[in-house]
């Protein structure tokens, strides 16, 4: 099976949301749609894609601190919708 890594790390304000998936041949077409959540609200939303391994890397400025935020992995590999992912961290 496809292996699917997310990962949510702040430095100060700044969120860094990385998600990792690994398929299971060369040939896999991989797409991930990762989004930032703060409670119900989106603060942003990021698409990667490619073939075997996509690695997903991004940033993003957060304004408020001492809360718990959501980065949530939607892939999809050869058409086909796997069960979404989640990670959560706390902004200091």
Not at 25 to 44: E, M, N, Q, Y
Not at 61 to 73: D, F, M, P
Request: hydrophobic share 35%; charged share 15%; glycine share 6%.
């Amino acid at each position: 099976a496809a292996t699917i890594s997310p990962l949510l790390e702040f430095d100060g304000k700044t969120a860094y949301c990385y998600v990792d998936v690994v398929g299971n041949s060369s040939s896999d077409k991989i797409v991930i749609t990762a989004s930032l959540w703060r409670g119900s609200t989106c603060l942003a939303t990021w698409t990667e894609s490619g073939t075997e391994i996509v690695s997903l890397s991004e940033s993003k400025a957060v304004s408020i601190s001492g809360v718990t935020y959501k980065l949530t992995a939607d892939v999809t590999i050869n058409g086909r919708v796997l069960p979404q992912v989640e990670t959560t961290a706390k902004c200091p």
